[in-house]
């Protein structure tokens, strides 16, 4: 392992796999991570850090929904920045990446995956049933699918 994409949202599913991340990651020599997420109401073209800064009302889609989403990542994205920095992991080794969702979340961590190098995704769980997966479509699920030459880690 080297490098690890942790895809997250504002769900509590994501503080865990955080939590994971930041228990392995900094024990492992020279290993980096990278903090994803995808983001509904974002321009196509947007590329932004919300750990440092959110965009003006203007240039969201959705605006007030967008925001809604983007404000709880941003504490979030700040909570893992000081998790990791508690557990020996340098910021030198951390990498924050927000994007418009593109083709879909699952398709956005694999390709993120891959533009950034990672050869690990770690992803939070929400224990779904069967039925409440196929209902309501599980990422993790999709991951496992189409995750290819990748290793997976999905955090229960």
């Known amino acids: 392992m080297k ?3 942790l895809a997250i949202d504002s769900s509590p599913h994501s503080r865990r ?5 930041a228990e392995v990651v900094p024990h492992v ?3 980096e991570v990278v903090v994803f997420s995808a983001v509904a109401g974002l321009p196509p073209d947007a590329a932004l850090d919300p750990g440092v800064s959110l965009p003006r009302e203007h240039e969201l889609h ?3 929904d967008c925001r809604d989403e983007l404000l709880p990542l941003h504490n979030l994205i700040g909570e893992i920045r000081d998790l990791f920095a508690r557990k020996g992991l340098s910021s030198e080794r951390i990498e924050i990446c927000c994007q418009p969702v593109r083709h879909g979340i699952a398709q956005d961590i694999l390709d993120a995956a891959r533009e950034c190098n990672c050869d690990t995704v770690a992803v939070g769980s929400r224990h779904l049933s069967k039925v409440m997966s196929l209902l309501q479509g599980s990422v993790s699920t999709d991951l496992v699918h189409r995750a290819h030459a990748l290793t997976l880690w999905v955090v229960a």
Do not use: P, R
């Open 3 to 5: 490098k690890v994409l």
């Open 17 to 21: 796999a955080a939590q994971y991340v």
């Open 29 to 31: 020599s020279g290993a």
């Open 62 to 64: 959705g605006d007030e």
